[in-house]
C-alpha cells in the first residue's frame, strides 16, 4: 500500500490518497478510510457551525436515493452520500449509475 501526501498549495488544494497493486488491501485499506471518513465528518461540520451545509444537501441526497431506488439499488432513508455510492458498487469498482442518478439529481434542482 502507497500512501500519496497531500497537496494542500495553490487554489485547487487536493488531499492525498492510496495506491496498491493487491486488490484486497486497496479494499480494506478502501473500506476502512470510507468508515473514517463517515464516522468523523458530521463532527468536522458540526465543529465549523456548516449543519446548514448538511442540511442544504439534503435534497440532492434525496434525489440521488430516489433515482437509485428506481434503478433497483437497495438505498436506507437518510443515506449520505458515501452509502449512496456504496449502494452501487464497492471502493474501486466503476459506480457509473451513481454518477449518473448524482447529476440527474441536481439538474432536477437547478444546480
Known sequence: MTVHDPDLRGDEPRFGGFSSQDKASFDAVG???LDCVEEFY?????????????????????????????????????????ELALAV????????????????ASAKLGR
Open 31 to 33: 473500506e476502512a478510510e
Open 89 to 104: 458498487g464497492n471502493p474501486g469498482t466503476p459506480i457509473p449509475d451513481f454518477y449518473a442518478c448524482e447529476a440527474e
Open 42 to 82: 458530521n463532527h468536522v461540520l458540526a465543529g465549523w457551525g456548516m449543519r446548514s451545509a448538511y442540511a442544504a444537501a439534503q435534497p440532492l441526497l434525496a434525489a440521488t436515493a430516489d433515482c437509485l431506488a428506481m434503478r433497483g439499488y437497495a438505498v436506507a432513508p437518510g443515506a449520505t452520500r458515501v
